[in-house]
């Protein structure tokens, strides 16, 4: 199972969020058909997705949008205060192999774009902030918050996505120094990113505690720790409700014409059939309703 961290450390100048999410990555795979570079970037953008997902609460939820110039396109994912996330990119068979024989990102989503954040705070409105997308996602995200959120943060993701497209692993911290932070603080921060850098390498062989035991020596109070994972609460009948926007006139044609639809979620692939008959009480329950 995923797991995520939440930690104060350095005499409470700095929050901690640690997550590791190679379940998480591995499904979005499994479901989307996802080759190794679209992997590397839908599961950067997951690992966001949960990371800033558990700084909300209750039914607090948000969106992540990336709408850059590289071959994947846009790349959507939603996450929630419960560790839930769920996701795509446009297009999911992009494999890009740099050199060094890594992959890269900057190819896959693009070097010049845009990266929304949307909040559904339950207020009366949605909060959207926008940054540059320059295509390195964690570094990026760094900008984030310090411009949309003036909070300044440390950023790091790491993935590694094996020859045979499967994530060996995954996951991603933030700092975020509160307003409290001494100049030690930052020094002693500043002194830790060369193991922060490569965070992949980090990932390999230790859990979520032990990085933040790595990094910070046991100085630090743990403040929750909770499971995290893929998930997409689509159904069958949420599909029949946006069928049903369709009127029955719309539903009638399609029945004479097709005989059936077929509809697919594009966050997590799942498809749902509707036969004749079960187009034929949409179309009745639409006309209950005035459609
Ligand atoms: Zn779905």
Known sequence: MDNLIKALALNDEVRVYIVKNTETVNEAIEKHNLWPSSASVLGKVLTMGQLMGSMLKGEEALTIKLQGNGEVGKVVVDGNAKGEVRGFVDHPHVNFINNNGGLNDIYAVGNDGIIDVIKDLKMKDLFTSSVRLTGNIASDFTYYFSESEQTLS???????????????????????LLPNASEESISYIESKYDILNNFSNLLIGHTITDILNLIFDNKYTLLEEMNVSFFCPCSKDSFSRSLLTLGSKTLTEILNEDGKIDAECHYCGEK?????????SLIDEAKSQGK
Do not use: W
């Open 154 to 176: 440390l950023v790091t993701l790491g993935i590694t996505i094996n020859t045979e497209n499967k994530c060996d692993v995954s996951g991603g911290l933030i700092i975020q």
């Open 272 to 280: 749902y059939h509707f036969d004749k008959t079960e187009i034929q």
